[in-house]
């Protein structure tokens, strides 16, 4: 018996080797110099591309094939698939797409959020509201920007009076901006709006958008952002993003900045970086994501508490941005962007956006050496800030 199933399994492996054999020799044939001739196919032989169930997945498909310069260069939009034709929007890409309302399949049952994001989802332009002009005059080594609401006037005053005080540190100069967008009347926000306006004559570091500046319109201020940086500040050296709850140890950073070397000098983008992660299932989780919006893993991405990286890298996120449909949660879609340009977030170990041990918070010695922690209070910004500008301090 066993020796049958020997002879057979024989058998059947030389049957392979002699098919393989065929397709390789057919596939070789010579021409009458006696030269290897190489065989191309008359048609197309890469598999037609289906669409993807999930949303953002069908948009992401659909700008991959309107960007892909062999398929644009040698078809007409007849060629191309039907379902392509979905996101040509018929009118302003601004206005409600209520397209969607029937593209998405459970849309009917998503959460509002869901419902607002995916109406306004082709939606980049919004209007500026503030944009202190001259901010850039000088070209910034490191630009800090926080991403803040309306009301948080506390957070950002003692940003202004400890890690994110701008003019020139460690002979470095440093610039400070602040992004906002708009709370709305309709979100129930209090009409902010003339305490906002003098903070801004008073401080001019505030850019303001008018767009509703809510959790999943972070996206939009990050795009908004990246169009900023190519028009008002391209001369940045590098650039920081984060919260207006984190401590930022500004000295830290501009002493980590000032001896990197090239390559890695332009091509830096480090943080708290999540690798093998991928959308929530959970309703009840803040950063849920249905099934019928995205189906895959999510690239290495940095953390959105705070992350550094160069001019350099901003421009190319910039453009690459174009070409990436807008993803609610925004320090996804920048992992999205970054693998979009072959690159990935590096980890370093500075950026504590879990925070540290609680033993260790109230020792001075423990800032030291970070570049990030989160959370902390305004309160907590100005003690910690205080601590690491003393002569006293003597950490071995
Ligand atoms: C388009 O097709 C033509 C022949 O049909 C070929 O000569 C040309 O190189 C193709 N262009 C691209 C960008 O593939
Ligand atoms: C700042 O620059 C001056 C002159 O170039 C130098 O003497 C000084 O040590 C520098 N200070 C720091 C903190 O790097
Ligand atoms: C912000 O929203 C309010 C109310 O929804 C609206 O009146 C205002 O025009 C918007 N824009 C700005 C810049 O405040
Ligand atoms: C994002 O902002 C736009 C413009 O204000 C708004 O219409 C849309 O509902 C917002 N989206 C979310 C998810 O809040």
Redesign the pocket.
């Known amino acids: 018996m066993a020796m049958q199933r020997k002879r057979l399994k024989l058998v059947v492996t030389l049957m392979i080797n002699l098919f393989i054999f065929i397709l390789i020799f057919r596939h070789s044939s010579q021409d009458k110099n006696g030269r290897q001739k190489v065989l191309i196919p008359s048609e197309p032989f890469w598999a037609k591309v289906t669409p993807n169930v999930a949303y953002w997945n069908r948009q992401q498909q659909i700008q991959d094939l309107q960007n892909n310069?062999?398929l644009s260069?040698?078809s007409s939009d007849t060629d191309l698939p039907d379902w392509l034709s979905e996101t040509t929007l018929t009118s302003d890409p601004c206005e409600r797409n209520i397209r969607v309302t029937t593209q998405v399949k459970d849309y009917n049952s998503l959460p509002d959020r869901f419902k607002d994001f995916l109406l306004y989802m082709h939606c980049r332009s919004y209007p500026t509201v503030m944009d202190p002009p001259d901010i850039c005059k000088e070209p910034p080594f490191l630009l800090l920007a926080v991403k803040s609401q309306v009301s948080h006037f506390d957070r950002r005053q003692a940003i202004r009076q400890s890690w994110g005080q701008a003019g020139v540190i460690a002979n470095q100069t440093v610039v400070t901006v602040f992004l906002l967008g708009n709370a709305t009347v309709w979100d129930h926000h209090p009409d902010l709006s003339h305490s906002l306006q003098d903070e801004s004559t008073r401080h001019q570091d505030i850019i303001q958008w008018d767009y509703r500046d809510s959790f999943f319109n972070l996206t939009v201020k990050e795009v908004l952002f990246l169009e900023w940086i190519q028009a008002r500040c391209p001369g940045a050296r590098f650039i920081f993003k984060g919260d207006d709850d984190v401590f930022v140890n500004t000295y830290r950073i501009l002493d980590f900045l000032k001896g990197l070397s090239e390559p890695k000098a332009r091509d830096l983008f480090v943080g708290d970086v999540i690798t093998d992660a991928g959308p929530h299932r959970d309703k009840k989780v803040k950063y849920f994501i249905p099934e019928s919006m995205y189906v895959g893993k999510y690239p290495p991405y940095a953390g959105g508490g705070g992350y550094l990286y160069s001019g350099d890298i901003a421009a190319r996120l910039h453009s690459a941005s174009q070409r990436v449909p807008l993803y609610p949660i925004d320090d996804v879609y920048t992992g999205m962007c970054l693998k979009k340009l072959g690159l990935a977030p590096e980890k370093h170990k500075g950026f504590r956006t879990f925070d540290i041990e609680e033993k260790y918070r109230s020792n001075p010695c423990a800032y030291k050496s970070l570049m990030l922690v989160h959370p902390r209070t305004p309160q907590q910004m100005i003690q910690i800030w205080t601590w690491l500008r003393s002569p006293d301090l003597n950490c071995q």
């Open positions: 310069p062999i260069a040698n």
